[in-house]
């Protein structure tokens, strides 16, 4: 059984809160522990919007109980009455993330059938400590590198065997694939994409992320390599420069990673289709159809190849920039 830091963070910060809140001599110190467990979140950027949230939320919430407390009397039905008043007036200020932990403070303020300017002050340090003490907890999150490097190795593994079996089709026009790395590396774009998000989440000062870019650009790709998958399947016959074309995304499937090879295949690709090009006419239908396909064929892939070579001059600009600001 797999513990996330998630937890881990709840089953140290918890027990932290309630001692600090005992230690200070707060009544209903327990209800410390509960803030900071409503406060934990996946991300710095949500810890502090959740935490700023709570706390405006708490505020107001001590606010309406006073009034509707005091002036209706502490029955059930004054709680039900401010909570009508309370939760679309938190919807309208949007911190209804604060509406669970205001309502601890709800209900501490409900059972002291009275409050004065004491049991206020009370009620306003135990939020601080509860909502403080996960905020401090959630200022530490892990790194997403190694979940982030373990998608694109993937993702590049999986490119890698859809290119291979477009070439052994074109080869032989056999297949024997059943296909899975397509639905795989949807997913795992999708994933990636997830992780790119929190791990921006968690560094507030950076306006660019490493990855973010790559991702996006074997996005793209795979958008190409799903259009190419019909065009090779329309391939009826073999025509002389077939094989060309086989070898040459044999090739190409061993070449995928991060490292800049997109000029040197753009390259090959330019002979390839002058070696098309002169190639003679079709005599038959089928042979146009062929050579239609893999004129469309040879068209994707030219694509797929200047995505990669736009994405890595981008990205040498970048880190141009960057070190150039290091050093001012």
Known sequence: MKIGYRTIKTAIGTPLAISIAQFLGLSNFVSAGILTILCIQPSRKQSFLSAWNRFLACVLASVFSLVFFEIIGYHPVSVGLMLAVFIPTTVYLKITQGIATSSVIILNLYSASGIDLNFLTDQFVLIIVGIGTGLLLNLYMPSLDKKLKNKQNRVESNFQTILYEVALYIRNKEIH???????????????????????????????????????????????????????????????????????????????????????????????????????????????????????????????????KQKFKKSDIQHKKEAKSKAKA
């Open 177 to 307: 694939w059943d296909g899975k790395e397509i639905s795989e590396t949807e997913q795992l774009l999708e994933e990636a994409f997830d992780l790119v998000e929190r791990d921006k989440e968690n560094h507030l000062l950076r306006n660019k992320h490493p990855y973010k870019d790559y991702f996006y650009m074997r996005q793209r790709q795979f958008e190409l390599l799903k259009r190419m998958l019909p065009l090779v399947t329309k391939l009826p016959n073999k025509i002389s420069i077939s094989e060309k074309v086989a070898v040459f995304f044999e090739s190409l499937s061993k070449a995928v990673h991060p490292g800049n090879t997109a000029i040197l295949y753009l390259e090959e690709l330019t002979k390839l289709q002058k070696e098309f090009d002169e190639e003679e006419l079709p005599e038959t239908r089928e042979e146009f159809e062929t050579r239609a396909n893999l004129f469309r064929l040879l068209h994707e892939i030219e694509d797929y190849l200047l995505l």
